[in-house]
């Protein structure tokens, strides 16, 4: 099939679709047709953005979800249609176990095929390229460090917004130089159900030291810092050392955000584990690992395991960090001991 849908969740927080393609496709032209299970007729179009969300061994992944700018959400009364530029249906599908026969549109005449059934927080995925899905547990966001968009990422031409990054543009790090991106996604998460620890984490201007960050930098709560190398966390880490963002709440500058309901993450690896700077302050590119794969969505974790099995990763265990990792219960309890003025007072 010369595209598919790979996967899609219609009845949570988080509904999307997914589609794989060959790399290179030009989907100007394709779109997403919305049919209404009762009568058949279609009830709305989704047109595919300029650029996929991430390309991987050759092929292109293109997600719809909030963000999207034709997106109308999914539900259960409703079968969507993949046509391509010719007006030809790739799939016309329907979930929940109902089917429809359409009457008008694209797929006019044609009767829609029924994936599945999910519940809240499950999504539809196929390992073989459509001709059948199996419910999957729906990833898990806070466990994948990944930079809020609006984060600059320095390269070799200055600062540049994390979501403008593409494969093979070059990113600065401190431990090896300019290194290319190898993989990049884009997620959407709703933070309206998430519990206080697994919200984004704000680094407010000059939380670290003077310049670090430049501006206010939000990540998500795993995503690791670099301590140890100066500014005023010195005297708690005394040597370099990541650690994870959630672990360091509390201190002054630095704390979970409650008050947004979305937000848009941004994730990118690199042929190693690296060191890069985001606004100014020291952290870390994606360091993939069980844990990172298992949580992206279907055909996103099926490509990025082909790029780490290529390079002789497996599942992610064998990349070396690029500095020491400090486990959030181990930085909470130096934390837990600090005491550590508010920005602007002196010691006591």
Known sequence: MPGYISELSY?????????????????????????DISTGATTGTMSFTASPEATIAGKDVYLFDPTHPDW??????????????????LQFVSVDGKTTTATDGPANGQTSTNIGTVTDGSSLETSDRGASYAVQPAANPGTIPCFATGNLIDTP????????????????TVDAGPQPVRW???????????????RPVLFARGALGPGRPTRD??????????????????KLFDHAQLVPAKALTGLPGIRHMRGRKTIIWVHFLCDAHHVVTSNGCLSESLLPGPQVVAGLR??????LSQILQSAGTGDGRNVEPALPLL???AARKRVASAKIPARGQTPA
Do not use: W
């Open 157 to 172: 031409d200055g600062p540049h917004p994390v979501e403008d990054l593409a494969i093979g543009d070059l990113v600065m």
């Open 72 to 89: 109308a959400g999914l539900d259960a009364g409703l079968a969507y249609a993949l046509v391509d530029d010719t007006g030809t249906v």
């Open 327 to 329: 486990s959030v219960q």
């Open 217 to 234: 930098l939000l990540v998500s709560p795993q995503h690791r810092i670099l301590v140890g190398t100066g500014g005023q966390l010195e």
């Open 298 to 303: 279907g055909s996103s974790r099926t490509l």
């Open 11 to 35: 009845d949570g927080p988080n509904d999307f679709i997914e589609v794989v393609v060959s790399g290179g496709t030009d989907m100007s032209s394709y779109a997403i047709y919305y049919y």
């Open 184 to 198: 990049i996604n884009r997620r959407f998460q709703s933070l309206v159900d998430a519990a206080d620890d697994a």
